[in-house]
């Protein structure tokens, strides 16, 4: 009885510290510019795409593993080429990797061709909003509007996290996540949406707060979603983690589920007001 507490403070701070040493390596990398910051997001996509492997391998599956990990390493650097046409570029070879393998292998099936193509599009070209938006400014306002879409997801995973376990006592989803609370919910939220209007105090890039809140909002609404479809996958292989390379939060892929869909988003967000 006397042990419980000691052993529940050990593991949060290990994840403290393991989150605080990602958080720094990932930063450290967006303020040195959009090179570095498409070499670190490369690298974070092909961890999630190889956990991804694994999880479905274990459940019999076959998709090719070369076509996914290289799909998945490329698409994150696409915003480097040239005219922007990485992008279409990698999802073209994508494709056409996944023609001439069905086509060469007779044992390989439609299933094995659909996993082929969708975690290099999940792990990959969902990560490459990332790099997208730094690719639109390479100065400081770029870093800080990158940092801050980064941002405003971590703190609405982290604000979710302590505000569910002091205050939660409704299940958000409970089938998929039973850990998730309402009342985390909604502290995520404002946490979100704060650190977008912190950018409208910072001046960033022009954003304004008419803009930031609704954005705010609806990111931290699509991290959510992100974090519940990522749990959904492992919940459907029976794993609690998608790998074990972070302690305290699980794999590369448990850390960036929120990410993915989060920042696409509010790539597209960005987009449409003419923040990039």
């Known amino acids: ?29 967006l303020y040195m510019g959009l090179t570095s910051t498409a070499v670190v997001v490369s690298a974070m996509a092909t961890m999630s795409a190889w956990e991804l492997l694994s999880l479905f391998r274990g459940a019999g599956r076959q998709p090719n593993d070369i076509i996914v990990l ?11 080429a040239p005219n922007r046409v990485g992008t279409m570029a990698i999802t073209i070879l994508l494709l056409l990797a996944c023609a001439v393998w069905y086509v060469s292998v007779p044992r ?15 792990c990959g070209f969902a990560f490459s909003s990332v790099t997208m938006i730094r690719a639109f400014d390479r100065g400081l306002q770029g870093f800080l509007l990158t940092f ?11 604000a979710a996290y ?17 850990n998730k609370s309402v009342e985390g919910f909604w502290g995520g939220i404002v946490a979100c949406t704060l650190t977008w209007v912190l950018l ?14 609704p954005f705010g909002i609806i990111v931290g609404l ?13 919940r459907g292989f029976g794993v609690k983690d998608s790998g074990k390379l972070m302690p305290g939060h699980g794999g ?4 960036s589920d929120a990410l993915l869909l989060g920042t696409m988003v509010a790539f597209l967000l960005l987009r449409f007001g003419g923040i990039v």
Do not use: Q
């Open 222 to 234: 699509t991290a959510v979603i992100g974090d519940l479809f990522e749990s959904r996958i492992k």
């Open 162 to 178: 302590f505000v569910g376990s002091s205050l939660g006592k409704h299940k958000l989803a409970p089938r998929i996540s039973p």
């Open 108 to 122: 390989v099936t439609i299933t094995d061709v659909a996993l082929t193509v969708f975690i290099p599009l999940y």
């Open 1 to 29: 009885m006397s042990d419980a507490k000691p052993e529940g403070t050990s593991k949060l701070l290990v994840r403290v510290v393991v989150g605080a040493i990602y958080a720094i390596v990932v930063v450290g990398c």
């Open 200 to 213: 409208v105090i910072l001046k960033v890039r022009g954003l304004k707060i008419y803009m930031a809140i």
């Open 148 to 158: 801050g879409v980064m941002g405003s997801i971590w703190l609405n995973d982290s």
């Open 70 to 80: 290289a799909a998945s390493l490329l698409y994150p650097l696409a915003p480097l």
């Open 252 to 255: 590369m892929l448990d850390r």
